[in-house]
């Protein structure tokens, strides 16, 4: 009789094993399920954007240092350096809410959310210019010195 309760509490662990076990990946939406923790370039390109390309590939570090996520919009389809699935949706969603204006084909998002700059072509060192004035980038950068010299220190 007391053996039920503890083949009853056993399957309950196992269960609850196997549910945190299970990995729910779900698939980007849109760009608001990254605020706060990085920032977006959004680019839009009709014909030539190996360019697009090539400044995003060349300029890589730079990127990962600022914790920048790129999505590059062209004929229906979204590349971009984000690791994570993206939602068939996700490209309309884009260019709907965010592509309105056919002047503007660059759009960098900030950690806020808040749109920071609208261009008509990309030019990193112009975006990589304007985020290292950003008070949350100055925080990093202060704090990636702090935790570089406290690593000098240790060796």
Not at 11 to 38: C, H, K, P, T
């Amino acid at each position: 009789m007391n053996k039920h309760p503890i083949f009853i509490l056993r399957i309950f662990f196992l269960i609850i094993l196997i549910i945190s076990s299970i990995q729910l990946v779900s698939a980007l939406e849109n760009i608001g399920e990254l605020e706060w923790n990085y920032r977006i370039i959004l680019v839009r390109v009709t014909d030539g954007h190996k360019d697009v390309f090539l400044q995003l590939a060349n300029q890589d570090d730079e990127i990962r240092e600022r914790n920048i996520y790129w999505f590059v919009f062209s004929n229906n389809s979204v590349k971009t350096n984000y690791q994570g699935n993206i939602q068939e949706k996700f490209y309309s969603s884009m260019i709907n809410n965010y592509f309105i204006n056919t002047e503007e084909n660059v759009l960098l998002i900030g950690k806020d959310g808040e749109i920071k700059q609208k261009e008509k072509s990309l030019d990193l060192q112009s975006i990589f210019t304007l985020i290292d004035t950003m008070p949350m980038r100055q925080f990093e950068m202060k704090r990636n010195s702090i935790n570089d010299n406290n690593k000098q220190k240790q060796n």
